[in-house]
């Protein structure tokens, strides 16, 4: 097999030697078809990975990353790997298994903090209701990340995304709470009827076809009815690239799911995004949900997304209901649904009908 890379910035090829490629690696192979910097040899059980600026990845921790997001540890464990020059050709492979190590072992992040509570399943869910504006029925839950030490004491989610950033591990985790999610949702034995917001960060998935695939199966085997679930677009800063986002959110409504755009009125998330994207359901942002209750202006604002969803059959959800003033000018606004703490907090076991009657009582 010819592998020649003419890229001026390149750095060097990593060669990851696969055992069972054809067999137990399909979804590599299928990434490899997708994306030149990577090149398979199913004869030769390897794959050629070409690292750069120009390229997907520039270097061994973002490669491992990246597998760790479509692949389980027991078969990352399988793979080693050896460095060669970028403009050299892979004619022996046989050749270069001696310099060949375990391809963990070339990420210096094999044993941080986050990676060790994930190795060790201490991610898990915690469920906060949303409820209809309308008669304050439970319309489903938001799911949230929370994670747990050794001694069972809570770690907050800022902690753990701080963690991720620090060992190059956000496409890991992102794809790891989405499929937790999904797994204890469907162990929680949550009402049919019930929906589902599961967040995600567009820049965490390279190529959706690929990288969602696990995703997808995920809520296959917990039973969830595609059209309940509605994933969240969640970033802290601007989109840098709208069209690969409208891409992921094209690839999930392909597969029957809805998405939802998040805090809608502050930071990044504007109008413009809005109509770009054409998501099924928009949520205010809490903090001109709050403002609303006091000042014309705010109130204007909210006015007039709730009737930009309305006239374009969109959801919308406002988000961080405090108090009661809250609660009732969003009802009298006309949003569709309501979401916080003064209706219901995060919890590791979903609310039942029984916290909808409360939540009447408190409005």
């Known amino acids: 097999m010819n592998h020649v890379c003419t890229c001026k910035n390149v750095k060097r090829s990593l060669v990851l030697f696969v055992p069972g490629l054809e067999t137990t690696y399909s979804s590599l192979l299928a990434y490899c078809a997708n994306d030149a910097s990577w090149t398979a040899s199913v004869a030769d059980n390897h794959v050629v990975v070409t690292l750069g600026e120009c390229k997907t990845f520039q270097s061994v921790t973002e490669v491992v990353n990246f597998l760790r997001t479509?692949?389980?540890?027991?078969?990352?464990?399988?793979?080693?790997?050896?460095?060669?020059?970028?403009?050299?050709?892979?004619?022996?492979?046989?050749?270069?298994?001696?310099?060949?190590?375990?391809?963990?072992?070339?990420?210096?992040?094999?044993?941080?903090?986050?990676?060790?509570?994930?190795?060790?399943?201490?991610?898990?869910?915690?469920?906060?209701?949303?409820f209809q504006s309308s008669d304050i029925g439970l319309w489903g839950y938001e799911c949230l990340m929370r994670g747990q030490d050794v001694g069972g004491k809570m770690i907050s989610p800022a902690q753990i995304i701080q963690w991720a950033h620090q060992e190059q591990l956000i496409f890991m985790?992102?794809?790891?709470?989405?499929?937790?999610?999904?797994?204890?949702?469907g162990r929680a034995n949550i009402a049919s009827h019930a929906n589902l917001l599961i967040n995600f960060m567009p820049t965490a998935i390279y190529k959706p076809e690929f990288c969602l695939q696990t995703t997808i199966a995920a809520a296959k085997q917990a039973g969830s009815e595609p059209s309940r679930i509605i994933f969240e677009v969640v970033e802290q800063y601007e989109v840098p690239d709208r069209e690969h986002l409208a891409h992921v959110l094209s690839y999930y409504r392909q597969n029957g799911y809805r998405v939802a755009l998040d805090d809608l009125g502050s930071g990044y998330a504007g109008l413009t995004l809005l109509a770009?994207?054409?998501?099924?359901?928009?949520?205010?942002?809490?903090?001109?949900?709050?403002?609303?209750?006091?000042?014309?202006?705010?109130?204007?604002?909210?006015?007039?997304?709730?009737?930009?969803?309305?006239?374009?059959?969109?959801?919308?959800?406002?988000?961080?209901?405090?108090?009661?003033?809250?609660?009732?000018?969003?009802?009298?606004?006309?949003?569709?649904?309501?979401?916080?703490?003064?209706?219901?907090?995060?919890?590791?076991?979903?609310?039942?009908?029984?916290?909808?009657?409360?939540?009447?009582m408190a409005g």
Do not use: Y
């Not at 060949?100 to 070339?106: E, I, R, S």
């Not at 205010?284 to 006239?311: F, N, Q, T, W, Y």
């Open 276 to 360: 770009d994207l054409d998501p099924d359901l928009v949520k205010i942002d809490r903090e001109l949900v709050a403002k609303s209750v006091k000042s014309p202006m705010h109130r204007s604002v909210c006015d007039a997304l709730i009737r930009i969803g309305r006239d374009n059959d969109k959801l919308v959800l406002a988000e961080g209901i405090e108090t009661a003033d809250e609660m009732r000018l969003m009802r009298q606004m006309g949003v569709d649904l309501l979401q916080g703490f003064h209706l219901g907090r995060p919890a590791a076991v979903p609310a039942t009908e029984a916290v909808c009657t409360a939540a009447r």
């Open 70 to 130: 479509v692949l389980d540890e027991a078969l990352l464990r399988a793979i080693f790997a050896a460095w060669i020059d970028p403009m050299a050709l892979v004619t022996e492979p046989a050749a270069l298994i001696p310099k060949a190590a375990p391809l963990l072992t070339m990420a210096p992040h094999d044993s941080g903090p986050l990676l060790t509570l994930l190795k060790q399943d201490r991610l898990t869910t915690f469920f906060q209701p949303i």
């Open 173 to 185: 985790l992102d794809r790891v709470c989405r499929e937790t999610h999904l797994r204890n949702a």
